[in-house]
């Protein structure tokens, strides 16, 4: 079972960054591919990024192609979602998780997740 604790998010103005940051526990954080998921208000979780175990690959949803960066320090066990030209519609509690490459479906249990708002 693997731990996950999310932060980094904020209150931050349209057009303005946040660095979420996604540490996880388990000597074998190298060998997961990882991935960052968002809840909007009334409105199931969606997929946002994931990037491959190694770190060379990376996939996004169209909605933030452009804007967000996933990156990850297999040294520090750690996965990070740079977010720039944030939009109100970016508002969401961001959760990370370990996911199938395949279907970019989440594998283990979400932690509590870290809060974004974005004000217009």
């Known amino acids: 079972q693997v731990r996950l604790v999310e932060s980094g998010g904020g209150l931050v103005q349209a057009g303005g960054s946040l660095r979420l940051s996604c540490a996880a526990s388990?000597?074998?954080?190298?060998?997961?591919?990882m991935g960052w998921y968002r809840q909007a208000p009334g409105k199931e979780r969606e997929f946002v990024a994931a990037?491959?175990?190694?770190?060379?690959?990376?996939k996004k949803a169209d909605s933030v192609k452009g804007r967000f960066t996933i990156s990850r320090d297999n040294t520090k066990n750690t996965v990070y979602l740079q977010m720039n030209s944030l939009k109100p519609e970016d508002t969401a509690i961001y959760y990370c998780?370990?996911?199938?490459?395949?279907?970019?479906?989440?594998?283990?249990?979400w932690g509590q997740g870290t809060q974004v708002a974005v004000s217009s």
């Open positions: 998780n370990s996911v199938d490459w395949g279907t970019a479906r989440p594998r283990d249990s």
């Open positions: 388990g000597r074998t954080f190298s060998m997961w591919h």
């Open positions: 990037i491959f175990s190694s770190g060379a690959i990376t």
